[in-house]
């Protein structure tokens, strides 16, 4: 029961692949870490998780009283860029798979305010988790880096490929993003690590707690965080946008395809998204379903939330916060080594990722 | 003039000249935040010439997290410091050639070229610290930007792992003409003299009011084989002609590395200015004067 219903047939040799491995999973209270940390938990791996805050309050997958994951994992609290612990944790945890998500503000808009932990976590984080493997004993299988579109910068041609787009990502964010990104195939090139770097697109899905920011838990937080629905909001230098998105549990069978295959040691991907939309649009389709979602419940709130649709919002920010217009991610490399598609009806997923917000936000004192 | 170090060697170029009397000396690591703030705050700092690093390709091999706290967590520190002070308008930070990582081109680089992944952990660090000197001008609106080198020589480098040292170092102790097992003697370099680097930051910082947040490639825009930047050293020397060892590997096709400086020259108004030759002589010329205190 534990993995039949998230892998494909096509997909079956990770069933038994992460069985009673040793897993370190950094920013595992986070919103991809924490999908990771669950299907390898469900696939039998012993999970080490390591994140800077492990409140038992913190809205995380990890702290789901459903799902009990928390004991189920080793937690430990530490900062990446602290390298002795880093050291300390990867030469006493023998991980035969190590995933890195830990990072400081994967929104501009915390990245700009806070630029040198930013680029501290998202450089020096990396370098201490490769530095930490280089001089262990026991050296891990496979280490992957958690990348970005962004560090490609802006898109010339109809998309990004891995070895023909130059990386000229110039954000604060995008700029660390690309120096990690560097490092861990020349840590391959000089010490034979075998780093897999994955560069991803928009991820969505539930328990993604960034209500502040991005853009879909913002919209349910608009449209279920509070007794009247409000309209999400669209900030209007996004108008113009055009960003990539893949299910989460799509993305999760990406990355464990790549840390099982060999061939992919050493190598950069990007991942190929499920579906390439207009930022206006994807709100829009957001707001559509929802009202399809909420007519299930409430058939009057289901009108206001369609009456309302979406607000345009004019950031007083300024010229500080630029972001890439548009980004597209060519995947045949990814599906060429390791088979992976996306396997998720884009309307459906998003209905049941909205149906976990609005029972979550409506029952947010009861916890998830 | 402020400079900040973590120590004098009685060796230094500032020392052996007698300039270190005209300029203040102040002890210091750049990954001390508290310092560098204090610093350019307290001396009213105008501009900042970023030039502290861990240099030395091999060592950054051998020590890579050394050489990433200080070429990118130090250049990261001073950012922020130049960011959140109220005196400081410009920065200059010594990049470097190595930034474009393994390339395959033999043509002369371009600035646009991306950085890719290298052998040595040297290249990253310096992409690293490059990038992001680049992000403070974009996203902060800092006069800062990116200077990238190859191949730097002249009076004052202590470094004697470096080919133009070492061949003036084997020759005045009279050892064997013998450069290791790094290289075949093949591969072509651009060799910078040190007086027109030291232009360059200058031209750089000068015009930093339209051109922040962009790099630009230093060189002289000619590539050399190693073997004869040994052999006009020799010339150089004393005029007599010594046979260069090289064991490294033969390689089948001779790596050539060298930057276009074609958009320095345009907007800068900047010109390599020493010829070979003669920067070799004013080199050997100044390591002579001073050898006894190597």
Known sequence: ?368 | MYVLDRWLPTNSYLVLTGMISKVNYIQGDIRDMDLLRLTLERFEINTVFHLAAQPIVPISNILPQETFSINAQGTYTILEAVRTVSCTERLVFASSGAYYGATSTDNAILETHPPLPATNVYAPSKVAGDVAVRTYAHVYGMKTAACRFMNTYGPGDSNFSRIIPRAIKNMITNAPYDFGSRDDGSSQIDCLYIGDMAHAYTSVAENLETIAGEAFNFGTGIPTALKELTNKASQAYDGKQRIPKFSGPIKSVPSIKYLDISKSQQKLDWYPKTALTEGLEKTIHWYQKHWDNF
């Open chain 1, 1 to 368: 029961m534990t993995t039949a219903d998230h892998i494909p047939a096509e997909y079956e040799h990770l069933n038994e692949f992460f069985d009673a491995k040793n897993v370190l999973v950094t920013g595992g209270f986070g919103f991809v870490g924490g999908h990771v940390t669950k299907r390898l938990v469900d696939l039998g791996a012993n999970v080490t998780v390591v994140d800077i805050n492990t409140d038992p309050q913190r809205d995380s997958i990890m702290n789901c009283a459903s799902m009990d994951l928390r004991s189920k994992v080793l937690v430990q609290k530490a900062d990446v860029v602290d390298a002795n612990a880093m050291n300390e944790i990867i030469h006493e945890g023998r991980f035969h798979f190590i995933f890195h998500f830990a990072a400081y503000a994967s929104v501009i808009e915390k990245a700009v305010s806070a630029p040198y932990d930013t680029i501290m976590a998202n450089t020096m984080g990396w370098v201490n988790v490769l530095e930490a493997c280089r001089t262990a004993n026991h050296k891990p299988n496979m280490i992957f880096l958690s990348s970005t579109d962004k560090v490609y910068g802006e898109m010339e041609g109809d998309s990004y490929t891995e070895h023909l787009t130059p990386l000229r990502g110039i954000g604060v964010y995008d700029s660390a993003k690309l120096a990690a990104d560097v490092f861990s195939r020349t840590y391959h090139e000089a010490f034979g690590l075998p780093t897999v770097t994955l560069r991803m697109c928009n991820i969505y899905g539930p328990y993604d707690f960034n209500m502040g920011y991005r853009l879909l838990p913002k919209a349910m937080a608009n449209i279920f965080g509070n007794p009247e629905p409000t309209a999400p909001e669209l900030y209007f230098d996004a108008i113009e946008h055009h960003r990539d998105y893949l299910y989460v549990d799509d993305l999760v069978t990406a990355i464990l395809l790549l840390a099982h295959g060999k061939k992919c040691r050493g190598e950069v991907y990007n991942l190929s998204a499920g579906t390439y939309l207009p930022t206006p649009q994807m709100l829009k389709t957001i707001v559509e379903q929802a009202v399809q979602v909420e007519k299930e419940f409430d058939s009057d709130r289901a009108e206001t939330i369609l009456n309302n649709g979406i607000s345009i919002h004019v950031r007083s920010t300024g010229a500080t916060v630029h972001a890439i217009t548009k980004q597209h991610l060519n995947g045949s490399k990814i599906e060429d080594a390791t088979g992976f598609r996306s396997q998720t009806d884009f309307l459906s997923s998003l209905r049941e990722t909205i149906r976990f917000y609005r029972n979550y936000l409506k029952t947010k004192n009861e916890g998830c």
